[in-house]
Nanobody, 122 residues
């Protein structure tokens, strides 16, 4: 069992930056691929980024590549999502997720956090 708690969301102006964190419980954090998804109001939940177990491999949705950076610290059981040059279209609830396989599909993740709201004003 893995419990995930996101933090770091908030209201920010377009062009600004945020760093989201996701703290995980349990001693098996390093066994999981960690993913970030986001869901805007009225839309489906979309894949944003993922990082493999050792942190050496990362994956990004095309729409965020170059502005988002995913990383993890296995010693701290934490995964991060650095978001730069924020755009109003980035407004959404951001979720972290853990999966043994991981991918760009939400169905491949077994554990989810409660989400953190990111709102970008123009």
């Amino acid at each position: 069992q893995v419990q995930l708690v996101e933090s770091g969301g908030g209201l920010v102006q377009a062009g600004g930056s945020l760093r989201l964190s996701c703290a995980a419980s349990g001693r098996t954090f390093s066994s999981y691929v960690m993913g970030w998804f986001r869901q805007a109001r009225g839309k489906d939940r979309d894949f944003v980024a993922a990082v493999a177990q050792t942190g050496s491999t990362t994956y990004y949705a095309g729409s965020v590549k170059g502005r988002f950076t995913v990383s993890r610290d296995n010693a701290k059981n934490t995964v991060y999502l650095q978001i730069d040059t924020l755009e109003p279209e980035d407004t959404a609830v951001y979720y972290c997720a853990a999966g043994l396989r991981g991918s760009g599909k939400s169905a491949d993740y077994d554990y989810w956090g409660q989400g953190t709201q990111v709102t970008v004003s123009s």
